[in-house]
């Protein structure tokens, strides 16, 4: 006996099924997606911000001896501009240049751990992920994880990715050819400006107890050890406060079984 044909079942025959809000990576809370104008300002207020203060790196970069070929191969190549200032801060302050290298190479490895997340959202081609690699920065990253959905994320990390990377390079090579013009780098305090912009993206992110306590650790191990060690080597001893803390963190809750889970806010 043949079955009977419904019109619902016309109007659903050959439509993919509905799989609901949250797939394929979308965020559950906003499977409509976010205003494509939103995200494009959102992108463009970040890159733009940040990457003007490329000119604060050239200008440094300059007045610490680096030619400005060399300051702008540093802002195409390398692209990270923590890494980028501790590397010429380090040789500024006559530091080993493997030494500086080093304290510029652990900074940047945090980048590796955004690669790690956004690649799950981006879900780019093969082909084109190891261009956008060169992206993966604090900025992109903040501006990413923000978005509701995979369209937004491509969205953002590409605008903020781009509009940075013009910009940064630009004002690089700006503030090192007006290097000269400027006179004494150390006089106008230009050399605190990156350090001062990554400070302020990583001040909110501090949300738990253990974190704060990871931070300041840091910051007294860097100050405390300035004067002894040689130029480059207190932040690679800083970097030990994170893992000291979580041990402390671990012993802490080993003995207290009903500690609460997840840090303390």
Request: neutral net charge.
């Amino acid at each position: 006996m043949a079955e009977q044909t419904t019109p619902t079942d016309i109007r659903t025959a050959g439509r993919a099924p509905d799989r609901g809000p949250g797939h394929d990576g979308e965020h559950p809370a906003a499977a409509a997606g976010k205003p494509t104008a939103a995200v494009v300002r959102d992108a463009l207020g970040v890159g733009i911000a940040v990457g003007l203060s490329g000119f604060a790196f050239g200008v440094t970069s300059a007045g610490s001896g680096l030619s400005v070929l060399q300051s702008c191969a540093l802002s195409l190549l390398v692209f990270t501009g923590a890494s980028q200032f501790a590397l010429v801060g380090a040789l500024a302050a006559g530091g080993n240049p493997f030494t500086a290298a080093a304290g510029a190479f652990f900074l940047g490895v945090r980048n590796a751990f955004y690669g790690l997340r956004l690649s799950q959202l981006l879900a780019l081609p093969r082909a084109v992920r190891p261009f956008a690699a060169h992206w993966v920065i604090d900025e992109t990253s903040a501006v990413s994880l923000a978005q509701p959905d995979r369209r937004s994320v491509r969205l953002g990390f590409t605008v903020t990715g781009l509009s940075l990377y013009v910009l940064w390079n630009l004002t690089t090579l700006l503030g090192a050819l007006g290097a000269e013009a400027i006179g004494d780098t150390d006089a106008w305090g230009i050399d605190a400006a990156g350090p001062a912009v990554f400070l302020a993206l990583l001040a909110p992110m501090l949300r738990t107890v253990t974190e704060r306590a990871v931070a300041c650790l840091a910051v007294l191990l860097m100050l405390g050890l300035l004067p002894v060690l040689p130029a480059g080597v207190p932040v690679l001893v800083a970097a030990l406060a994170a893992p000291a803390v979580l041990y402390v963190e671990g012993r802490r809750r080993g003995e207290s079984p009903n500690a609460p889970q997840g840090g303390n806010r």
